[in-house]
């Protein structure tokens, strides 16, 4: 079983929808909670954060941690083409070793 | 500000040649992180240092690579002799313990190194 999972894709959407993106953890120990954004030939971009079970709103973007459910989820409002871009979803456990581990990523097609 | 800064962006060598990648962290920042990213394996650490000094580096493929960090604004990621399978993305990220304390844990990318060994 991988550390962290993603369903990898692609997840198609029509402009102007909610796209969903989904990432499952394994190790319970994990504590931060991060969803990056990868544009192709492009580095991670960090886009949303989040330490505590619930929501977390920044602008379009919607983060969601079910620590009991090892889950954490990622929604777009109102996406746009410029949003089609592979989503990495990263875990960090916090405890001496901060490095990512990163699920392999879910890219989203925004169809104009 | 400045980010996170690699170079050389692109390199390509050949089989057997010794390859040096070169990081310079976010002014502030006293963690570093190398990964490296591929189509069959992801985006996966190699090695992070905390305060320059290496803190894990169970990522390392093997002996040929080795990494680097002199001082709190630059760290390097040699390897040699290189080989065709080490062809990869190579990304520097940094993060401040500052702001971990504050409850921020965030880490910010560079550009990455695009290596080619033929």
């Known amino acids: 079983q991988k550390e962290v999972e993603q369903n990898s894709g692609p997840l198609s959407v029509p402009e102007g929808a909610i796209a969903s993106l989904n990432c499952t953890y394994s190790?319970?120990?994990?504590?931060?909670f991060f969803w990056y954004r990868q544009y192709s030939g492009k580095s991670p971009e960090l886009i949303m954060s989040?330490?505590?079970?619930g929501d977390k709103e920044d602008g379009r973007f919607t983060a969601q941690l079910n620590k009991a459910s090892q889950y954490v989820s990622l929604l777009i409002r109102d996406s746009q083409p410029s949003d089609s871009a592979t989503y990495l979803c990263?875990?960090?456990?916090?405890?001496?070793?901060?490095?990512?581990?990163f699920g392999s990523g879910t890219r989203l097609q925004v169809q104009p | 500000d400045a980010g996170v800064i690699q170079s050389p962006r692109h390199e390509v060598t050949e089989m057997g040649q010794e390859v040096t990648l070169r990081c310079k962290p976010i002014?502030?920042?006293?963690?570093l992180f190398w990964y490296r990213q591929t189509m069959m394996r992801g985006l996966e650490l190699l090695i992070y240092?905390?305060?320059?000094?290496?803190?894990?580096d169970s990522g390392m493929p093997e002996d040929r690579f080795s990494a680097k960090m002199p001082n709190a604004s630059f760290s390097t990621l040699k390897i040699q002799p290189s080989e065709p399978r080490d062809s990869a993305v190579y990304f520097c990220?940094?993060?401040?313990?500052?702001?971990?304390?504050?409850?921020?844990?965030?880490?910010?990318f560079g550009p990455g190194t695009r290596l080619t060994v033929l």
């Open positions: 990263a875990v960090s456990k916090d405890t001496g070793r901060r490095a990512l581990t």
């Open positions: 990220a940094s993060s401040s313990d500052r702001a971990q304390l504050a409850g921020h844990n965030e880490q910010f």
């Open positions: 989040i330490y505590s079970n």
């Open positions: 240092f905390n305060n320059n000094v290496p803190i894990d």
């Open positions: 190790d319970r120990v994990s504590q931060s």
């Open positions: 002014s502030g920042h006293n963690s």
